[in-house]
Every structure is written in structure tokens, then in C-alpha cells.
């Protein structure tokens, strides 16, 4: 069986025994179910595209075509987190930031104004800058940390209200992967 899910929190890993807070990117790991090593599951995880390429390709097949435009201009990916409409975020005003770090990576949540509707984006961000609050799941004295979902916390009420009526969008399904898998691992997160 060959698989290429989109979603490293994809729910069967789990079931499958696939610990992807223990893997290494590029390290082939093959998984035994039973004693005779008949029943196996091998993955390796590969580079996502976050490492400073851009998630639609220019060109494929070391040439340009024409017919496999929908997949260079990134028409053919489904939208399975909501994507801003084209246009609106460079007429929308930006009101403030807040950041998420999971995994390794960060990404920027902007509370953003068009006309009279406030709405959040989301996209990758190179690192928190000083002094601005950021979501976590590690436990640390920061005075800007907010581990977890912490419900008490009014800069987490402001982003859960958005959550809530649906008025949050995402940069690419990527960055809507990594935020939806933070917000399910800081909901399970004893603190």
C-alpha cells in the first residue's frame, strides 16, 4: 500500500502506531504487528513544503507545460480549510498579531479589518517576535506564553470567537493542517 496523506495528524496513525513526535524527517521506520513480522507498515516522513519553497511549483518536469497547469498554479488543490478570496487581504487592514508555535514551525494569526467585518488570517511566520503573544504546548515562564488552549486567557477568547462564527482563514492547507493539529493537541494537553 502506497499513501501520501496531506495530514501528518491524520487520525489512523495513531491506530497504526505511528509516533510522528518521535520520527525524524527523512528516516524510513518500519512497524511490525505481529511476531513473525508478516503484518508490516513502513513511513517515512519527507520535507513538507514550509521549508522556504513556495507550496505552488513553477515548473514540472524540468520544463514549462501547459497541460499540467492546474497543478503549477495550484487551481487543482482542494480547499480544505477556508482560503481568503482572492484580493481581500491586501484591501483588509491589519489590527493586531498574535503567533502559534507547534512542531518546530510558526505561524502568525492577524486580526485583520475589512470595512466593518474583523476576520483571522493565518500563514507561516519566520519566528515570535519580542513581546507578542504566542500559543504553545510547552510549559515555560514567558509572560506572552499561552499554553494550550487556555479558555481564561482574553487573547484566546478573541481567537475562539472567530473559530466559532467561522471567520478565520488560512494562507494554504498547509498552515490550516498545522493550526487545526495544534488546536486538537492543546485541547487533549493536561496543564
Known amino acids: 500500500m502506497l499513501a501520501n496523506p ?3 495528524f491524520c487520525l489512523y496513525f495513531d491506530e497504526l502506531g505511528i509516533d510522528f513526535n518521535a ?26 513544503n514550509l521549508e522556504g519553497s513556495s507550496s505552488v511549483a513553477d515548473e514540472y518536469f524540468a520544463f514549462k507545460n501547459d497541460k499540467v497547469k492546474s497543478i503549477t498554479d495550484g487551481t487543482w488543490e482542494f480547499d480544505e480549510v477556508q482560503h481568503l478570496p482572492a484580493g481581500y487581504y491586501m484591501i483588509s487592514e491589519e489590527k493586531k498579531k498574535f503567533y502559534f ?31 507578542s503573544y504566542y500559543f504553545t504546548l510547552e510549559r515555560n515562564f514567558d509572560p506572552y506564553a499561552i499554553v494550550g488552549c487556555n479558555k481564561a486567557h482574553p487573547v484566546y477568547q478573541l481567537i475562539d470567537k472567530f ?11 498547509t498552515t ?12 487533549n494537553l493536561k496543564i
Do not use: M
Not at 105 to 115: A, M, S, T
Not at 163 to 173: A, C, E, I, K, P
Not at 178 to 183: A, E, H, M, S, T
Open 6 to 8: 496531506i495530514s501528518k
Open 176 to 187: 490550516g493542517d498545522y493550526i487545526l493539529g495544534y488546536r486538537a493537541a492543546a485541547n
Open 101 to 131: 508555535c507547534f512542531t518546530g514551525k510558526v505561524f502568525c494569526c492577524e486580526l485583520r479589518r475589512y470595512e466593518k467585518t474583523y476576520f483571522l488570517f493565518f500563514r507561516p511566520a519566520k519566528e515570535v517576535p519580542k513581546k
Open 163 to 173: 473559530w466559532r462564527t467561522g471567520q478565520v482563514y488560512y494562507s494554504d492547507n
Open 23 to 48: 520520527a525524524k524527517q527523512g528516516h524510513l521506520y518500519v512497524i511490525k504487528y505481529d511476531d513473525e513480522g508478516k503484518s508490516k507498515c513502513a513511513f517515512e516522513w519527507i520535507a513538507d
